[in-house]
Nanobody
Framework: QVQLIESGGGLVQAGGSRRLSCIAS????????VAWFRQAPGKDREFVAG????????EHADSVKGRFTISRDNAKKTAYLQMNGLKPEDTAVYYC?????????????????WGQGTQVTVSS
């Protein structure tokens, strides 16, 4: 497993932007697929976006397509989630997850390494 630390959360107005970062503890990160999940109060944890370890293949949930973009920089052991056009319904704790997958997993059970989460609050 790899240790992950998220940052970049905070309070933002609707329509605004935010970039989340997920920094890994070691170089094995470069061989891990990475995903962002989010969990709002009273709701299940849901997939937001994922990226293959090569960086070539990405997946985005329908609810964020065209607004959010996942990317990674393996040299910096960091994955990013650029969030534009934020809506109040995007309010949640955002988690970074990683696993040495051959594809991009879209369910929480696919990932064994998790960060502590970062709160994103979008005001209307």
């Amino acid at each position: 497993q790899v240790q992950l630390i998220e940052s970049g959360g905070g309070l933002v107005q609707a329509g605004g932007s935010r970039r989340l970062s997920c920094i890994a503890s070691d170089d094995t990160f470069s061989s891990y697929s990475v995903a962002w999940f989010r969990q709002a109060p009273g709701k299940d944890r849901e997939f937001v976006a994922g990226i293959h370890w090569t960086g070539i293949h990405t997946e985005h949930a329908d609810s964020v397509k065209g607004r959010f973009t996942i990317s990674r920089d393996n040299a910096k052991k960091t994955a990013y989630l650029q969030m534009n056009g934020l809506k109040p319904e995007d309010t949640a704790v955002y988690y970074c997850a990683a696993e040495p997958l051959t594809t991009v997993g879209t369910t929480p059970n696919a990932y064994g390494s998790w960060g502590q989460g970062t709160q994103v609050t979008v005001s209307s």
